[in-house]
């Protein structure tokens, strides 16, 4: 043990543990004169620090007991390092090339040891912004969500390791409380959390917390959040959660993991991918009117679903004899039944997706925490619009998620608003 | 500690245990000459003891690793005993007029202490055999439901309090596997452990192995059960887990406890009650057509659900403001959507019951375990038609059961088989 309680680091005290502990200190090839260490944090919960010297590299990741954005007066447990080192672990297991090695951690410190993705790596969210296109992204992000939920599933998984898994992810409960909060709750009440562009989208608040119909569809997917253990999901699988290149694309920050609805990853990031879609109006220039990238988030969000859909089913058929329990080889045993089952599994797990990436849509434009696609958007009279197309579009979604059969019919609807 | 580590107990061991734990022997005034032991566990699982002298009595339930009705070859962990007095304890503190008082746990023998039901209380099962009226059952069966689900389930707990539940009952997990072979698998492939009426019923048995609309649909219900962290459910309510005189009714044996889906208590009670009435056929003599009995069982489920249904929603309007995680009050803070959500709420929880219940009766008449209703028909060709019926009324249910709006269309249809 580095260090025998815990402790907020800072640059100085972060190289005593670091020479402290070989897993870390041997990538640098224990040379500790040329180290370079960058706090790199922007995210709301976390120090981040980038460790370097001429041989290697890595992350240090410490979890502080409180939200970090609002500070001490929103408590928060720091054993969400825990679950997060355990679901990069076993993420990284079933798709290692899109999630960042550990390296080491530290249950004690809430401190985890892991891959620093490299320049050019960016968090997917601002190259968004920037208007830069990623021609690998839909194949990788479909390739991590299919084989992370796929194998985390009853599809795969006896009961057995389901519950076993599922008893100890239940102690991440402060982390889901947290969503359930800002997600579920927080957008159709009063609440000092809340903000908008005000006084733009005053009266289009007040209609998300009159809205009974919402509320009402809202109510089913938090329910289905807090009780469907369906598989591993990572919790918080928006933009702002991938790191990317061209060629690379890296899922990082599983702080908020636990078994839940599958929806709720696939959803996340097509919700925040039509998030960058409406925001592109307000980053549109001069020199550049976005058009041809808004069709390439259009494309991508397709492409993503429908590249998730057939490999999720491969996956279902090459594992078919597998010792998962859901449906038994024995019973579900000829073409016809195995199609039926398939057809109904992936109709609900769309509708879920679309559901809940319209909860997260909806969120982020009356919730407490914004996206940079938005606020990036300095000048209000030209963000409000963005944001009440995107308001608009997520309420449709949410109400009459059940009524597309298709992601093309979605991203139909995308483009009439 | 009475004794140091796990022995079964015999008539005679059994007196040195209790002699050893006061809370025990006290119920006996500590007399032991006059003791009078019996051994009655009709059950599939356990060895039950009735303890009684001048003074007092109780009950001695002990769990072995097996099942015992199939013997050693099937084993069955003993730590099933916890679970049952844990859910015996909260079940008895929300319902207490309906759960026998629990007075002695040992986790290390998997013994409980417990009331013992006095006669007239027989086996409800043994009583609608025989043709008894029970005038209080829906009444006292529907309060037990409403309040042992409702005030285990996020309508009115915290999602704390409710994840640390759920991951403890994982534990439970062998008694789950047990329940989704014997229910949700067995019944719908080829099993050894299989059994029907034979021959009458070989070509139904087969047709539920290649019915693909009734596999898909048992898939859902399946799902629902290994996933669904709904509310702290008996996980065997059927009319052999309960016991009955005219002015009592107390729900026994919760072994299978677990955070699971609501509908499946419900369904396993109102599937066994309509059990019971296809088996009446049989029962029938010169003397007694069982007519009237029949209807008193269809009143019955038709009160079960309908008092189940007002209780539910008395509880949920009286308790609005509790801090629920589901349905927090100041959402759904008008008269009008909490309308809504309740109408979505128990409908959904209708079909699921209507589901489950199905499911419930089918693995009665094609899977490993019978049901006395019809076994005590013991002429095999009058027999097999009543089972005949019973299932074609469940695979209609278990296909059909969405377009069923109220429990008096579930009856009428009953009635036309």
Redesign the interface.
């Known amino acids: 043990m580095a260090f025998p309680e815990f402790q907020p680091l800072n640059e100085k005290t972060l190289v005593d543990y670091i020479k402290a502990v070989p897993a870390l200190s041997s990538k640098l090839g224990n040379k500790f004169d040329d180290l370079t260490i960058k706090e790199v944090g922007d995210g709301n919960l976390n120090f981040v620090y980038i460790v370097y010297n001429t041989v290697g590299s890595f992350v240090i990741k410490q979890a502080l007991p409180y939200i970090r954005c609002i500070g001490e007066s929103w408590p928060m447990t720091k054993e969400r390092a825990y679950f997060e080192a355990l679901a990069l672990k076993e993420h990284g297991r079933l798709s290692p090339e899109h999630v960042p090695e550990v390296y080491h951690f530290d249950r004690t410190m809430s401190l985890i040891g892991m891959r620093y993705l490299e320049p050019p790596h960016i968090i997917l969210r601002k190259g968004l912004i920037a208007g830069t296109e990623y021609p690998l992204l839909a194949e990788h992000i479909s390739d991590y969500m299919a084989r992370t939920l796929f194998f985390t599933s009853?599809l795969f998984r006896s009961?057995?390791d389901?519950?076993?898994d599922?008893?100890?992810f239940?102690?991440n409960?402060e982390l889901?409380?947290l969503t359930?909060q800002v997600v579920f709750?927080d957008p159709?009440?009063?609440s000092e959390f809340n903000h908008w562009t005000s006084p733009y989208l005053d009266h289009d608040a007040q209609a998300v917390r009159e809205d009974?119909?919402l509320?009402?569809e809202v109510?089913?997917l938090?329910?289905k959040f807090?009780?469907?253990?369906?598989a591993l999901i990572h919790g918080d699988l928006h933009t702002g959660s991938v790191m990317v290149t061209h060629e690379s694309t890296q899922v990082i920050d599983p702080e908020f993991a636990f078994f839940g609805p599958m929806g709720f990853d696939i959803g996340a990031f097509l919700g925040n991918l039509v998030l960058a879609f409406f925001a592109q109006d307000g980053q549109a220039h001069e020199g550049n009117d976005r058009k041809a990238y808004k069709q390439w988030i259009l494309k991508t969000i397709e492409d993503t679903w429908n590249l998730f859909h057939d490999k999720f089913i491969a996956l279902w058929d090459e594992h078919k004899e597998s010792s998962g329990?859901?449906?038994?080889h024995?019973?579900?045993?000829?073409p016809?039944?195995q199609q039926?089952?398939q057809t109904?599994y992936m109709r609900d797990l769309f509708h879920d997706s679309l559901g809940f990436g319209a909860a997260k849509m909806i969120r982020r434009i009356v919730g407490v925490a914004h996206v940079e696609d938005f606020e990036s958007i300095t000048d209000a009279s030209k963000r409000a619009p963005c944001e009440r197309r995107a308001l608009e579009f997520a309420k449709t979604l949410l109400k009459e998620r059940r009524k597309f059969q298709t992601i093309t019919e979605v991203v139909s609807a995308i483009q009439q608003i």
Chains 1, 2 share one sequence.
């Open positions: 009853l009961t057995t389901h519950k076993r599922v008893a100890e239940c102690g409960v889901c409380r359930e709750s159709y009440k009063v009974n119909v509320k009402l109510a089913e938090k329910s807090c009780e469907r253990a369906q329990e859901a449906y038994l024995a019973i579900y045993n000829n016809e039944v039926l089952v109904q």
